[in-house]
DNA sequence: AGTGCAGTTGACTTT
DNA sequence: TAAAGTCAACTGCAC
């Protein structure tokens, strides 16, 4: 083994420090690697994991960008001396056939705010650690907070943790001459054949490239576009895989965006703004999911615990997930997720929402697939939303989008669902999001069902729940442990907030 | 020119 | 990040 081979070099060395990365892969602004530099060599290590990608959310299509995350940092890490040491296997094996092999004198990594699987193996590792005498560090790599006691106070720390002084990358790595390894093929890992034609690639050079040309000008009309499907992927930033793989850190993004506002005004200023927002809310997000790794798996609200639905091999939710439900704007929607990997944020609500609501079908089985179809899957926004727009977390009203409406709103000309259904390329403007009133489409179904009656029966479904015994209490455990503390939102004991003074009411 | 009325628009509430 | 319902103000038009 390499490991082996190396040995009587390495024994010699007073201990390095394993930097093990994960969804961080990248050096520069990366706590971990700073950290392990300046305390001697370090090997810079991934981990390819066949437990976490053999997980019914992991799909080809991440791995792949990932892969391609991991090729690039290799070679940055190679022009620094010592390049990025590639290893399959679970975290634990692999660790300890290190610290067995060579003297390993600290582990450096980020702290991962994940589902339960994960938050396991990180605690094993923490466990094997602590038993070995191995000091690991685990540094924090976004706005989540670990332990975190109460949401009090969380807008102002994600605040200060995006205004900390971004780190540079170390000047120098100590080469330490051992096995590179190879980043498995996705086959090997036991990942299904993924085609996806419209994926974006992974890597430092592609997250930097969409960072600053949005910066530079595809935010201007971002409040605007980022609504539309069609309009979306010019203009939102496209981040969020390069977020998710960490190519690009969040604070990074935070003051890359802040120093280009600061020279702007007007429309340009206004679309960074919200983009700074939309940050803040991808931390607050992934901080649900750090506080209770179970919502992956169980309803936020108990109230919902049991409300199941239909899932993979029937024929609802197959029509659903190929993009035949026929609802023209849905499953276009569907059919350019499939092929790029990306949706804007509100068509991914609104394929959950009818999913879940309309169709009836089980809002964790609807989650599983989208989760395989994002690239930038990250496990606390996507459950949260999920859960959300499945209308189960019991906070927040339920909301419920109209698929054929949303489609005279985002895509009134038809643009979009001609360029995903080819079945209605014959069909002229808006005609396209209504081929019934043209008799139907050859190859196309008829809708799956009556939208508006379908609405109407999810409706009482849901807010049936609502009105159940019991049911107050819980949502409001629900509101405390994970909802905003923005000013203006509802608070736990008051209804409504408070009304202002009334002068003509003189009392 | 003023009046009545149907239809529209926007703000706000409810589910 | 929704949609439906309510209500008041407004608009266009006929008389």
Redesign the pocket.
Known sequence: MAERAGKAHLQAMPGLSIVWFKRDLRVADHAPLAAAAAAGPVLPLWIVEPGLWAAEEASARQYLFQAESAAELCADLAVLGQPLVVRAGEPLAVLSALAEAMPVRAIHAHQESTGERDFARDRAVRAWAREAAIPFHEHRQNGAIRALPSRDGWAARWERFTRAPVLPAPATLAPLGLDPGTIPHPQALGLAPDPCPGRQRGGRRAAEALLWSFLADRALPYRRAM?SPLAGWASCSRLSPHLAAGTLSVREAAQAARRARDGESGGLAEGIDSFLTRLAWHCHFIQKIETEPAIERSAMHPAYAGIGGAGPGEPVFEAWAAGRTGWPFLDACMRCLVETGWLN??AR?MLVSVAAMHLGLDWRAVGLHLARLFTDYEPGIHWS?VQ?QSGVTGV???????PV??GF?QDPEGAFVRRWVPELRALPGRLALEPWRAGGAAGYPAPIGDH?AL?RAA?ERL?GVRHGPAYRAAADAVQARHGSRRSGMRQVGSRRPPAQPRLELGE
């Open positions: 609504s944020f509100r609500a939303q959300m927040n009203t339920i909301r419920m989008y109209n409406k949303q709103d508006e609405a409706r807010w």
